[in-house]
C-alpha cells in the first residue's frame, strides 16, 4: 500500500523531517504521534501531494506518487476545522468529490445517502452546513472523503477543536468506520489517549525522525526513549550511572540505590542512562515521602518527594513516608 521512504523537509534552513521511512498496509491504521510543531501536518500535506520534499519518496502500490497530482492520488483528508463549503447544504459538500469525478447524478443520491447513514445523520442531505453542531460537522466531512472510495484515509487532528465527551463518542465512530471499510489510513494526533484507541500501530515523531514504532502494547511497554514515554505520559524517570552488566540486565547506581534494569543499549561502565520507573508489584522496594494528594478517578495519584508521582488505591497522608515496588527499565 503507501510507503513513505526517506522524506527530508527543510523550513527556513531549519530541518523540520530527517528521514523519514514507514509503511501503511491494507486495512491498517497508524497513528502519527508527535508534539505540535514536530511536522505532522507537513507531512501530511506532502502526502497528499500539495506540498513538496527535498528528497525520499512515496509510493502506492510500489508507484511512485511524484508525477500524480494531488486530485488523482485518490485519497481522502479530514481537518481539525472540517473544511466543509458554507455555500453548500450537506448532500452538494459530501456529493462534491463524486461530482469532480463525474460520477452520474443516479449513483451519487444513493452514494451520499448511505455515507450519510454510514456516520450517522441519516436524512440530513438538504440541511445547511451553519445549522450542524462540531461534532455532525466533523462528520459530514468524514462522509464527504470517505464518499469516493479512497485508497488511503488522513486525519490531521480531526478531534481538535471538539470537547471532551463528543471526542470519545467520535474517535469510537471512526474506529468502527476504518474496521468496517478497511481503508488504510493514517490518523495524525499529539494526544496520546487517542492514538491508543484508534492505532493499530503508533508511529512517535521527535526532532524530525520516528524514534518509535509499534503496536500500542509494545509502546507502552517498551517505549525504550525518554522522549516516547514522555510523549506517553510517562513522568517516571531517573538518571542513574551504570555500575556493570549482568546476563541481559544492568546495574545502576541512582540516588534511590542501586537498580538492576533491562536494557538493550550498548552502555558500558560508567554512562550516563535514563530509567523508566513504573509501580510493581513484584519489583523493589523504595521509601518516598509524600507531598500532594490529587484525586485521580479510580486512585490517587500521589506526589513525592523524590519528583516521582505515584499512584495509590488509598489516599496517604502528606509528610508521610510510603514504601513502594517498582520495576526499571532503561531508556536511553
Ligand atoms: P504539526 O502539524 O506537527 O504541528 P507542522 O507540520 O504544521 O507541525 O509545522 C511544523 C513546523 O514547520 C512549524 O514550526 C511551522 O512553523 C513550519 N512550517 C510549516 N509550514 C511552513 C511553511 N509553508 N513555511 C515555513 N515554515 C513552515
Ligand atoms: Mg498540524
Known amino acids: 500500500m503507501l510507503e513513505v521512504r526517506n522524506i527530508f523537509k527543510t523550513y527556513e534552513n531549519k530541518p523540520l ?30 502526502i497528499a501531494g500539495l506540498e513538496f520534499p527535498e528528497s525520499g519518496q512515496f509510493l502506492f502500490n510500489q508507484i511512485d506518487l511524484a508525477q500524480t497530482p494531488p486530485h488523482l ?55 445547511k452546513v451553519t445549522d ?44 468502527a468506520i476504518l474496521h468496517k471499510t478497511k481503508i488504510p489510513a493514517i490518523y495524525v494526533t499529539h494526544d496520546q489517549d487517542e492514538a491508543f484507541t484508534i492505532a493499530d500501530r503508533i508511529l512517535f515523531l521527535h526532532d524530525g525522525e520516528i524514534i518509535r514504532d509499534g503496536t500500542p502494547d509494545e509502546v507502552w511497554n517498551s517505549p525504550n526513549s525518554v522522549h516516547a514515554a514522555r510523549m506517553l505520559g510517562m513522568g517516571n524517570t531517573l ?14 547506581e541512582t540516588r534511590f540505590g542501586m537498580f538492576k534494569a533491562e536494557c538493550n543499549h550498548n552502555h558500558s561502565a ?21 507531598e500532594d494528594v490529587l484525586f485521580d478517578r479510580d486512585q490517587f495519584q500521589v506526589k513525592t518527594g523524590s519528583g516521582l508521582v505515584i499512584h495509590m488505591k488509598d489516599a496517604p497522608q502528606v509528610g508521610e513516608i510510603i514504601r513502594v515496588r517498582v520495576k526499571v527499565e532503561c531508556l536511553a
Open 270 to 290: 560508567g554512562d550516563k542512562v535514563s530509567l523508566l520507573i513504573r509501580q510493581s508489584g513484584e519489583g523493589e522496594e523504595i521509601k518516598l515521602t509524600v
Open 17 to 46: 523531517l530527517r528521514g523519514i521511512s514507514f509503511s501503511v498496509a491494507q486495512g491498517e491504521t497508524i497513528c502519527l504521534l508527535g508534539a505540535s510543531g514536530s511536522g505532522k501536518s507537513t507531512l501530511l500535506r506532502m
Open 239 to 252: 538518571e542513574g550511572r551504570m555500575k556493570n552488566a549482568e546476563g541481559g540486565m544492568i546495574n545502576v
Open 132 to 175: 450542524l453542531s462540531g461534532g455532525e460537522q466533523q462528520r459530514v466531512a468524514l462522509a464527504r472523503a470517505l464518499a469516493p472510495s479512497p485508497r488511503l484515509l488522513m486525519f490531521d487532528e480531526p478531534l481538535g477543536a471538539l470537547d471532551k465527551s463528543l471526542k470519545e463518542d467520535l474517535l469510537n465512530q471512526i474506529r
Open 73 to 127: 492520488r485518490d485519497f481522502g483528508l479530514v481537518f481539525q476545522d472540517y473544511g466543509l463549503f458554507p455555500h453548500l447544504n450537506i448532500f452538494d459538500n459530501i456529493a462534491f468529490g463524486l461530482k469532480m469525478r463525474n460520477v452520474p447524478a443516479e449513483t451519487i443520491k444513493p452514494r451520499v445517502a448511505e455515507m450519510l447513514d454510514l456516520v450517522n445523520l441519516t436524512g440530513f442531505e438538504n440541511r
